[in-house]
């Protein structure tokens, strides 16, 4: 059995001077304005993982209501998903994640996102694809007002697996 999750998510820049984009963390102007540390691609691959299991949303699950996630590292956030999803017996395939942002520059880091987000997850760094794209200085992405990804997510369960 296989299943699709979509994920997406979006943090508006704010004071600082780093992002923290796929667990790496990224020299820049501002920052990212969020309850955890704002990493917009492991929220929606989180979210993209959750949604194929049908386990809800990352906000179900780490509520920004609750301080226990304060300032959260969503590596950390990631690996609790998927644990969450081990436990429901999914695995995950594949993933691929397209980083919106017209800055920073994100193609010097997307190997070591890659690496970060294999590793998380439990699979091949082949199995994980990180590219970017820009909205050509179109919209909030544009004007630099912040940051999105999209997240798809191939699950699997092994066959005879009751899930």
């Not at 691609?41 to 179900?60: F, N, S």
Request: hydrophobic share 45%.
């Amino acid at each position: 059995m296989m299943r699709i999750g979509h994920g997406f998510d979006v943090h508006a820049f704010g004071p600082g001077d780093h992002v923290i984009l796929g667990g790496e963390k990224i020299a820049h102007t501002v920052g990212l304005v969020a309850h955890s540390d704002g990493d917009v691609v492991l929220h929606a691959l989180c979210d993209a993982l959750l949604g194929a299991a049908g386990l809800g949303d990352i906000g179900r699950h780490f509520p920004d209501t609750d301080e226990t996630y304060a300032d959260a590292d969503s590596r950390g956030l990631l690996r609790d998903v998927v644990a969450l999803l081990h436990s429901h017996q999914w695995h995950a395939v594949n993933v691929d994640l397209t980083i919106i942002a017209q800055r920073p520059k994100i193609a010097p880091y997307t190997e070591a996102m890659r690496g970060n987000i294999a590793s998380d997850l439990g699979v091949e760094q082949q199995a994980v694809n990180v590219k970017a794209t820009t909205t050509e200085m179109l919209g909030y992405i544009g004007r630099e007002e912040g940051v999105a990804c999209h997240a798809v997510a191939l699950l699997t369960a092994q066959a005879g697996t009751e899930v």
